[in-house]
């Protein structure tokens, strides 16, 4: 069964940055496309970006030219790389397949505020 490990998160002042890493043990991780989601109080999870097995990434456009997202393979981990915070990207962050499989992490708490 896949588990997947999100850590990196914190509170940052707008503009600020921040860089998430998730971990995924007990699969193929290099087999899959994967993708940063998330979810702000009160809403629902929504998918932020995504990257597939060969490196191909693409992006909503409400992070568009902020956000990175890259993995190595090699150590079963992608990241993503987060620049010019806005508070509206206050959310739990949570990795996963895409589309998504399985089980759920816990998620990393990000929260924009000065």
């Known amino acids: 069964q896949v588990q997947l490990v999100e850590s990196g998160g914190g509170l940052v002042q707008p503009g600020g940055s921040l860089r998430l890493s998730c971990v995924a043990s007990?699969?193929?991780?290099?087999?899959?496309?994967m993708g940063w989601y998330r979810q702000a109080p009160g809403k629902q999870r929504e998918l932020v970006t995504t990257i597939t097995r060969g490196g191909r990434t693409n992006y909503a456009d409400f992070v568009k030219g902020r956000f990175t997202i890259s993995r190595v393979n090699a150590k079963n981990t992608v990241y993503l790389q987060m620049s010019s915070l806005k508070p509206e990207d206050t959310a739990v962050y949570y990795c996963?397949?895409?589309?998504?499989?399985?089980?759920w992490g816990q998620g990393t708490q990000v929260t924009v505020s000065s």
């Open positions: 007990g699969s193929i991780f290099s087999m899959y496309d």
């Open positions: 996963n397949a895409w589309p998504p499989s399985g089980s």
